[in-house]
């Protein structure tokens, strides 16, 4: 494990050629474990070679962990199959359900904040940590809507997880701020809530501004704009709070701006976490 804070970037194919150009800039990669599940050789020994010239760790987006239906075998299969390829330091997961009744609901949706989920969970990460080797970490969503059935509140439901599975987190600061826009609570008073010393790794990203059928307005994470100062100030605050070094990944799913852009980026994710440890007081952690 890294004794320091690390900051990088997403991996897509639209960014390889600028994140390859400056890996003096880019601590490690974050890869979309789906996206190899079914490669064949050449592709997985081609993410060795990678995995080989800078720092990977891996994100699932389709196990679909939070539900109460046991995570399909052949999936979890086909994660220890990457995981064995590309060495990961860690790899995560959405504490989401994305199908149910055999049907693919195409998003993450945010399940029931209850005790059946939360056992449900923890069966299948138990599950994923037999097969694949190791836990993931586990990353809260964004949801447009309160979750029907729920019978807890966002923080309670993570931590009940988190403890139930004896689990690490990735805390996806976007999906906090924007959770906490759409939804009228303080995203400061959820960080102070969530179990810090189980956080491992940051999602950083962007989003919009939509207006729903009823004409409210709702912030949208979509990872197709830049990252908000809140997500920064957001980030400096769980530097001033966390007690051990985080990785921290730039998500940028489409709209590219250029290399440079995103260079700056990752230097700002740099400051905002060195003016939180340095609120803290920590000389533990060094920022790369």
Same mark, same amino acid.
């Given at each position: 494990?890294?004794?320091?804070? *690390? ?16 890996? +003096?800039?880019? +601590? ?6 789906? +996206?190899?599940?079914?490669?064949? %050789? ?51 997961? %959405? ?7 055999? *049907? ?9 904040? =209850? ?13 994923? &940590?037999?097969?694949?080797? =190791? ?27 988190? @403890? ?9 600061? %976007? ?10 609570? +303080?995203?400061?008073?959820?960080? @102070?809530?969530?179990?810090?010393? &189980? ?20 912030? $949208? ?24 070094? $985080? ?19 990752? @230097?700002?994710? *740099? ?8 609120? *803290? ?8």
């Amino acid at each position: 494990m890294s004794m320091r804070d *690390r900051v990088g970037i997403g991996w897509r194919a639209e960014l390889a050629a600028g994140i390859l150009a400056h890996l +003096d800039r880019i +601590d490690l990669v974050e890869i979309i474990a789906d +996206d190899w599940f079914e490669a064949g %050789h050449r592709e997985l020994r081609a993410l060795g070679t990678l995995a080989a010239q800078v720092p990977v760790v891996l994100h699932g987006v389709g196990l679909g962990l939070a539900s109460s239906l046991p995570v399909d075998t052949q999936r979890l299969a086909a994660m220890a199959r990457v995981v064995e390829a590309a060495q990961p330091e860690f790899w995560s997961e %959405h504490l989401a359900f994305v199908r149910a009744g055999g *049907r693919e609901i195409g998003h993450l949706a945010a399940p029931p904040r =209850s005790a059946a989920t939360i056992e449900g969970a923890a069966v299948n990460i138990d599950r994923a &940590r037999k097969i694949v080797g =190791s836990a993931p970490l586990l990353e809260n969503i964004a949801t447009l809507i309160d979750p029907p059935g729920s019978d807890r509140d966002e923080a309670t439901f993570v931590n009940d997880v988190a @403890d139930t599975a004896d689990a690490e987190l990735l805390l996806d600061l %976007h999906n906090l701020h924007a959770n906490a826009t759409n939804f009228g609570f +303080d995203a400061l008073a959820v960080l @102070d809530a969530l179990p810090v010393h &189980r956080i491992r790794a940051v999602h950083l990203a962007g989003g919009r501004w939509i207006t729903a059928s009823s004409g409210q307005r709702r912030l $949208l994470d979509d990872h197709l704009h830049d990252v908000p100062a809140r997500v920064f100030a957001l980030l400096e605050a769980l530097g001033a709070r966390s007690p051990r070094p $985080l990785t921290v990944v730039i998500e940028r799913d489409g709209s590219y701006p250029a290399t440079a852009f995103l260079l700056e980026e990752l @230097d700002r994710a *740099r400051c905002a976490l060195a003016r939180g440890r340095a609120r *803290r007081g920590d000389v533990c952690a060094r920022v790369a």
